[in-house]
């Protein structure tokens, strides 16, 4: 693909204001980071900073190194905002280089025999300076003279996550040739719990440093005219057999002192996981100490759960007037179940995505999606990275799990640049359950784990997991619904 200039590389899409502002300040620059939120438009930029170094004779050659179930999105946005002959790039997905000799090797070879721009797409997979992956995309780096990372989310716990992202860049910006002396500089670590950070020092330092590099676009900065989210709760009841099992899982899981002594015990996420297998139709079969939780299901047929029976009754809306809607499930067997009561129901086929299934099948079910199939039913951390929907304007959030992050970036997979409706966001909860508590936290960008910790010796404990606080008889008089409708 070479036009009659000898040009192998084109953009045919024009940048954005705020898109020309971080390709001015980051044009003079051999590496950069663009920490641009979902939907602003990060692969457009890129590619312009690409093709400036390109068309001046600085590159031949572009590695592009993203999330594995994101290739073929990626590859589509390439497509959508430049021609490129296929030759010029090589795209590998960042996990490969954590397992394949063979994908190593190859990049390395294609760094030292061309002149190539290193892309590191979602930068924050590669935040752990021990992972393998790290460190071999950090040998890869230290042949590649022009570097960028792109993020929406730089930082997942605390400031310790950008040490290898600009490492990778190049060590001299932050100043320090080891995560070692970076940590005896910034960070404090907990006397109780080894490893754990307690708290970051010397911020201004690290601010300073990144600054020149960096550019950061927010979603509400940029996004004014973008169309709305709405939202929208529908809630129902336990069976009196979940009830029981739910209060007898929860005194189980609970009682035990472990979790008491170690606020970041495992069994505390146990007790999440299993209480909402509950609330999602399922037994436990296994005690709290043991993992992996065994479930199995309380209803002889998954149309009876309640939780089922609140989903079909939304989905018969957008059903009845022709309407595409994405279904998001926090467990594998609830999109198994979801899609045969939908194709029972309906009598229509839904498009799955999940990590159940690979990721060919995975970019198949999305065109099956955007093509005449009405429904996709699919996991949030499967879809977290990449996966653009915007010709969709209705999601469902069968249930959640407790990182809003996950959460946020779901809900983006519609809300986004190239969106033309209200996009319309309903959450189905069980009353007086952990579905309650995990919808506050959602609401306040907190994830659940931290305020059990916050919470977990409060006197009412047991009432605050279920979403009350203390002296409230029922949550509907605590928390006003959105757009609500009980079943």
């Known amino acids: 693909m070479i036009d009659k200039d000898g040009m192998r590389m084109r953009l045919k899409t024009e940048a954005f204001d705020y898109e020309k502002k971080a390709i001015e300040k980051l044009r003079h620059m051999k590496v950069g980071a663009l920490f641009m939120d979902m939907g602003t438009g990060k692969t457009r930029t890129a590619l312009e900073l690409i093709y400036l170094r390109y068309a001046a004779g600085k590159?031949?050659?572009i590695i592009w190194l993203c999330p594995c179930n994101v290739i073929g999105d990626l590859k589509n946005g390439i497509r959508e905002h430049a021609n490129m002959d296929p030759d010029l790039i090589t795209i590998c997905g960042i996990e490969t280089l954590s397992t394949?000799?063979?994908?190593?090797?190859?990049?390395y070879s294609i760094a030292q025999q061309k002149e190539c721009f290193l892309v590191i797409d979602e930068s924050l997979k590669v935040k752990n300076p021990y992972a393998l992956r790290s460190r071999n995309i950090t040998r890869l780096s230290e042949q590649v003279k022009y570097k960028l990372i792109l993020n929406g989310t730089p930082i997942s716990k605390c400031e310790a996550d950008l040490f290898q992202q600009f490492y990778i860049l190049d060590p001299r910006i932050l100043g320090y040739q080891s995560f070692w002396s970076f940590a005896a500089n910034h960070l404090v670590y907990s006397d109780k719990y080894p490893g754990k950070v307690v708290r970051v020092q010397n911020l201004d330092y690290l601010t300073d440093r990144?600054?020149?590099?960096?550019?950061?676009?927010?979603?509400?900065?940029?996004?004014?005219?973008?169309y709305p989210k709405k939202h929208w709760d529908r809630c129902f009841g336990l069976t009196d057999e979940q009830r029981e099992e739910y209060e007898r899982a929860k005194c189980d899981f609970l009682s035990l002192q472990s979790w008491d002594a170690n606020p970041d015990s495992p069994i505390i996420y146990r007790t999440f996981n299993a209480l909402q297998q509950i609330t999602s139709g399922e037994f436990i079969a296994t005690p709290a100490y043991m993992q992996p939780i065994q479930h199995y299901p309380i209803f002889d047929d998954p149309i009876q759960?309640?939780?089922?029976?609140?989903?079909?009754?939304?989905?018969?809306?957008?059903?009845?007037?022709?309407?595409?809607?994405?279904?998001?499930?926090?467990?594998?067997?609830e999109i198994d179940d979801i899609s045969r009561i939908v194709e029972k129901e309906f009598g229509i086929q839904s498009a799955l995505y999940y990590g159940g299934i690979n990721r060919r099948h995975r970019d198949s079910?999305?065109?099956?999606?955007?093509?005449?199939?009405?429904?996709?039913?699919?996991?949030?951390?499967?879809?977290?990275f990449g996966l653009n929907l915007q010709f969709c304007h209705n999601e469902v959030f069968y249930n959640n799990d407790w990182d809003w992050a996950t959460r946020e970036q779901a809900e983006d997979r519609l809300h986004r640049?190239?969106?033309?409706?209200?996009?319309?966001?309903?959450?189905?909860?069980?009353?007086?359950?952990?579905?309650?508590?995990?919808?506050?936290?959602?609401?306040?960008?907190?994830?659940?784990?931290?305020?059990?910790?916050?919470?977990?010796?409060?006197?009412?404990?047991?009432?605050?997991?279920?979403?009350?606080?203390?002296?409230?008889e029922n949550f509907d008089k605590i928390r006003p619904l959105r757009g609500a409708?009980?079943?």
């Open 305 to 333: 759960n309640p939780r089922i029976q609140c989903l079909l009754n939304v989905l018969q809306d957008y059903y009845n007037r022709g309407e595409k809607a994405v279904i998001w499930c926090q467990f594998s067997h």
């Open 59 to 61: 590159i031949n050659h």
């Open 485 to 487: 409708k009980a079943e």
């Open 210 to 226: 990144i600054a020149p590099f960096t550019f950061e676009v927010k979603r509400e900065d940029v996004l004014n005219n973008l």
């Open 100 to 107: 394949s000799y063979r994908a190593n090797r190859a990049l």
């Open 417 to 472: 640049v190239g969106q033309t409706e209200v996009v319309n966001i309903t959450d189905i909860y069980a009353i007086n359950t952990i579905d309650v508590r995990i919808l506050d936290c959602v609401a306040r960008k907190e994830n659940l784990s931290d305020a059990f910790k916050a919470h977990m010796h409060a006197k009412n404990f047991m009432a605050w997991l279920d979403g009350m606080d203390e002296g409230d």
């Open 365 to 384: 079910e999305k065109e099956k999606f955007a093509g005449d199939t009405q429904f996709l039913i699919g996991n949030k951390s499967c879809a977290g």
